[in-house]
T-cell receptor
């Protein structure tokens, strides 16, 4: 059974550009969440989707957005990139979006903003 | 509001010795608690979770954790550390009350197992 797949794995963008990251959850999983990981801030929650609806949102500016498609695949977009957006972006999925469900992480997308 | 604390940035232990990585939490209702491990340049891997029932939870790679409600703790333990256990460990909590809450992660504890 394939795990959570994130693409691209590595990318370099210029300040002011935008970026779209993609996440394919484990087959059958309907909940997808996104996290930003940086050395200084640790693991920060971005947002969570279940059945195409955003269920929770973290404390990030509106430049960060996401969506989930009917096949549970998810994308997150960051517009007007800033140097501070350089981070590892992690996607995670869980079976049915219940609080006790285990969330499983992908390998992440490394974003460098120059 | 829910929160989780990992009081130690780094834990050093000799190979073969028992290890403990500490975690305390704060929730309004009952907690769901999780431990994850992250190896360099990798995503997080699930180790174990506490939902309800037995306070001692066993997980992957010989790890276990003990839920202590009175001390609001969920410490990760292993009887005999391996060098390959060296990694970054995250504790996480989700409140089981007041609607569907997001998962909150601790700041992580770097475990260094010394040969």
């Amino acid at each position: 059974k394939a795990g959570v797949t994130q693409t691209p794995r590595y990318l370099i963008k210029t300040r002011g550009q935008q970026v779209t990251l993609s996440c394919s959850p484990i087959s059958g999983h309907r909940s997808v969440s996104w996290y930003q990981q940086t050395p200084g801030q640790g693991l920060q929650f971005l947002f969570e989707y279940f059945s195409e609806t955003q269920r929770n949102k973290g404390n990030f500016p509106g430049r960060f957005s996401g969506r989930q498609f009917s096949n549970s695949r998810s994308e997150m977009n960051v517009s007007t990139l800033e140097l501070g957006d350089s981070a590892l972006y992690l996607c995670a999925s869980s079976l049915a979006g219940r609080a006790g469900n285990t969330i499983y992480f992908g390998e992440g997308s490394w974003l460098t903003v120059v | 509001a829910q929160s989780v604390a990992q009081p130690e940035d780094q834990v050093n232990v000799a190979e073969g010795n028992p290890l403990t990585v500490k975690c305390t939490y704060s929730v309004s209702g009952n907690p769901y608690l999780f431990w994850y491990v992250q190896y360099p340049n990798r995503g997080l891997q699930f180790l174990l979770k506490y939902i309800t029932g037995d306070n001692l939870v066993k997980g992957s790679y010989g790890f276990e954790a003990e839920f202590n409600k009175s001390q609001t703790s969920f410490h990760l333990k292993k009887p005999s550390a391996l060098v390959s256990d060296s990694a970054l460990y995250f504790c996480a909590v989700r409140d089981n009350s007041g609607g569907y809450q997001k998962v909150t992660f601790g700041t992580g504890t770097k475990l260094q197992v010394i040969p």
